[in-house]
């Protein structure tokens, strides 16, 4: 019939074998038409490709280059292309600017979709800089652990206080050596710790600039005198509740390190008074934070020697330091170092005031 003819010419006219060609069909793709536009689409023995352009590379390192950014349509339309995640280039495009904004509690459920995706993460994580275990959860396990910080080696923040219950030498000493060039660490509440790792530790990141040793109970003088021995770059260093240090081991610290260090946390601390604080004074020009909250030996002296010797003073913290006066503590308001313990008479209006209901109008310009 007519139709027939008609069918059979226009596809044996689609079909039809170019000139000269030994092949029934064009090598490498195939023409399909319909809708009224014509695509290009892979065929057997053909090179994937992003729209007309080059072969599309997905191995880490490699770019897309010379690759068409639209298909062209018969009537001079332009269609978008389908891009893949995995697509994109690993060392350019996917590690600095898509995996460095992603938890790691998110990469941990990534690397768990392919083989691809696990040795994107892998890659990611043997290059971090910022280890912080607070974005994998409160509490993360020893395996998750591990399994992060495997091949890491250029870690200079490590931040381990939700590794508290399990942290052990075991576990951390052998990250410690991988990282010489830590400057940051934080191992607040790590009780299951021990000398070892903080000798690992001081040994080991000699650039160390920060350290949190909060609420290790094990730190001692002895551990102490190690870490001020070994770490000439350390500047901030927090002590908070280690009770088993006394005067001797702060004014070690001091005498040693005293010249670089900025920032010092003693609070919780009932066997440091006034020895350590004036040794402190007398070697600390830089100091800027000092927080003895809670030493209860701590006591006026050692707060005037600290008006006297540290000019770079900006805060001091010595709530429920009994034996501090306000007159040791009217030098240092006067050059504006902010104190969070407030003046007497302060105290007393806003006693009045709860009391009252109103606060009385006082003249305080003596």
């Not at 290009?40 to 007309?52: D, W, Y």
């Not at 890659?123 to 395996?143: C, K, M, S």
């Not at 381990?160 to 052990?168: G, T």
């Amino acid at each position: 019939s007519c139709c027939a003819r008609a069918v059979h010419s226009r596809w044996s006219h689609q079909w039809s074998r170019p000139e000269g060609s030994k092949n029934p069909e064009p090598s490498g793709t195939e023409h399909w038409r319909g809708r009224g536009r014509e695509e290009r689409l892979p065929g057997k023995g053909a090179e994937p490709r992003l729209g007309l352009g080059a072969p599309l590379r997905s191995r880490p390192g490699r770019s897309i280059t010379e690759a068409d950014s639209h298909v062209t349509a018969a009537r001079g339309r332009q269609l978008p292309f389908t891009l893949r995640l995995l697509d994109l280039p690993w060392e350019d495009v996917l590690l600095p600017h898509v995996l460095n904004r992603v938890p790691l509690r998110q990469l941990l459920r990534l690397q768990r979709v392919s083989r691809a995706f696990r040795a994107l993460v892998q890659l990611h994580l043997a290059g971090l800089r910022r280890f912080d275990a607070t974005q994998v959860g409160p509490q993360i396990p020893r395996a998750a652990f591990a399994q992060l910080l495997r091949d890491a080696e250029g870690l200079q923040e490590l931040a381990l206080a939700p590794c508290h219950e399990w942290l052990s030498d075991e576990d951390l000493v052998p990250v410690l050596a991988r990282n010489p060039q830590l400057r940051s660490a934080v191992l607040a509440g790590c009780g299951q710790l021990s000398r070892r790792a903080l000798g690992a530790l001081a040994e080991g990141c000699p650039r160390l600039q920060r350290l949190s040793l909060a609420h290790c109970d094990w730190v001692d003088g002895l551990a102490l005198r190690g870490l001020a021995d070994r770490c000439p770059a350390l500047e901030e260093l927090d002590l908070t509740a280690c009770r088993q240090l006394k005067d001797e081991a702060i004014v070690y610290l001091a005498q040693r390190r005293g010249a670089g260090l900025r920032s010092l946390s003693l609070a919780v601390n009932a066997n440091v008074g006034d020895t350590a604080v004036q040794e402190l004074a007398r070697n600390c020009p830089q100091l800027e934070h000092l927080d003895l909250t809670g030493c209860l030996r701590v006591g006026s002296d050692g707060v005037r020697t600290l008006a006297e010797y540290c000019p770079a003073l900006r805060s001091l913290r010595v709530r429920h330091c009994h034996h501090v006066a306000e007159p040791s503590l009217s030098r240092l308001r006067k050059r504006g170092v902010d104190i969070d313990v407030e003046p007497p008479l302060h105290q007393a209006l806003v006693l009045l005031q709860d009391m009252a209901g109103f606060a009385p109008f006082v003249n305080l310009q003596v």
